[in-house]
């Protein structure tokens, strides 16, 4: 099929229709669905985290609660700030991958898993912190054998879904149009302040780095979220273990 070049196009004399430009405008996502995504999910996730803290619940309901919550949140403020203009989950990187691409983030996982641990001891080191916020993860996985298999999809699948669409789909993807060092580095950055000041930091900003550059070569959200699901599984069961033996 022979090619239609620029200039043909041009001196057609037929300009864009009204609609073509009004999509051409919003084929990506841009400071709208960011800033409303993030407040969305600031009300949502802090929010229920303080709510359930007050209700007294039992630990590893409460464990289980919030470590699906994360999941929630992000899901709901992907879908709020999803309507807002564009409407077509394509333009946010839900679109097919390839093998070779999924494989690669397998690799990609692996090693900012090591990372990781790496940037975690060098941040205990710096900061004399070894408060791990994320214990109450331990305890919702600590309730017997559904409990645990819950938390380890929460963790490793729902958990890194949401964030997927929320972080590298929107926040990664509407900052990209702004070079790719501003895409990934300042998605980074707000993946990680979204995590706490805290011993979690540096593990968020590794994972945030390894799946927003992936998100970035690759164009879909769903090799990132093979490279959080390596990321997060032998972290949570070893903390698991560690809890269960401790």
């Given amino acids: 099929m022979p090619r239609v070049s620029a200039n043909?196009?041009?001196?057609?004399?037929?300009?864009?229709?009204?609609?073509?430009?009004?999509?051409?405008?919003?084929?990506?996502?841009?400071?709208?669905?960011?800033?409303?995504?993030l407040v969305v999910y600031l009300i949502v996730g802090f929010g229920g985290v303080r709510l359930f803290e007050q209700v007294g619940l039992d630990p590893v309901v409460h464990g289980l609660i919030l470590?699906?919550?994360?999941?929630?949140?992000?899901?709901?403020?992907?879908?709020?700030?999803?309507?807002?203009?564009?409407?077509?989950?394509?333009?946010?990187?839900v679109r097919r991958t390839s093998g070779r691409w999924l494989l690669i983030s397998v690799g990609v996982g692996l090693v900012a898993f090591v990372l990781k641990s790496l940037a975690i001891l060098a941040?205990?080191?710096?900061?004399?912190?070894?408060?791990?916020?994320?214990?109450?993860?331990?305890?919702?996985?600590?309730?017997?054998?559904?409990?645990?298999?819950?938390?380890?999809?929460?963790?490793?699948?729902?958990?890194?879904?949401?964030?997927?669409?929320?972080?590298?789909?929107?926040?990664?993807n509407a900052l990209l149009r702004y070079g790719p060092f501003v895409g990934v580095v300042g998605s980074t950055v707000i993946f990680a302040l979204m995590h706490g000041i805290n011993n979690i930091f540096p593990a968020a900003v590794v994972a945030g780095l390894a799946t927003a550059e992936v998100f970035r070569r690759s164009g879909s959200i769903w090799p990132g979220l093979v490279v959080h699901f390596v990321f997060n599984l032998p972290s949570f069961l070893l903390m698991v273990l560690f809890s269960s033996t401790g």
């Avoid at 309730?143 to 929107?170: D, H, K, N, Q, W």
Wanted: hydrophobic letters at 45%; charged letters at 15%.
């Fill in 8 to 37: 043909h196009l041009r001196e057609s004399g037929k300009p864009p229709s009204a609609s073509s430009a009004r999509s051409s405008k919003t084929s990506r996502p841009g400071w709208p669905e960011i800033i409303v995504g």
């Fill in 67 to 93: 470590t699906a919550w994360t999941g929630v949140a992000t899901l709901v403020a992907f879908a709020v700030a999803a309507r807002l203009r564009i409407r077509s989950l394509s333009a946010f990187g």
């Fill in 123 to 172: 941040w205990v080191q710096i900061t004399g912190d070894t408060n791990n916020v994320q214990d109450v993860y331990g305890d919702g996985a600590g309730g017997g054998l559904l409990s645990l298999v819950l938390s380890t999809v929460f963790i490793a699948i729902f958990s890194p879904l949401g964030e997927e669409l929320l972080y590298r789909g929107i926040v990664t």
